[in-house]
Nanobody
């Protein structure tokens, strides 16, 4: 089992910044991908960004150039730095851990990000 705990959500004005953190604990193995997904009201959950254990990244087109994903393997923590936030970024952001050697998939409980003036 892997437990994921997100932090850093909140209310921010358009154009502002927030940083989300997700700490993983439990049976952590090296063959993993960690990522952030989001779900806005009335919409499906979508990928925001993900990062492999050797720090290869990919991003949704809607956040490229504004969001940066990073990880600290020593702390089993993944971060999402969000800059130039827009109202359409408002959503619950979920941390994901995927162990691709064992086909195991874990989710955090989510962190609400609200972008509003």
């Amino acid at each position: 089992q892997v437990q994921l705990v997100e932090s850093g959500g909140g209310l921010v004005q358009p154009g502002g910044s927030l940083r989300l953190s997700c700490a993983a604990s439990g049976r952590i193995f090296s063959n993993n991908v960690m990522g952030w997904y989001r779900q806005a009201p009335g919409k499906q959950r979508e990928l925001v960004a993900r990062i492999t254990s050797d720090s290869s990244t990919n991003y949704a087109d809607s956040v490229k150039g504004r969001f940066t994903i990073s990880r600290d393997n020593a702390k089993n923590t993944v971060y999402l730095q969000m800059n130039s936030l827009k109202p359409e970024d408002t959503a619950v952001y979920y941390c994901n851990y995927y162990d691709y050697a064992r086909y195991l998939d874990y989710w955090g409980k989510g962190a609400l990000v609200t972008v509003s003036s």
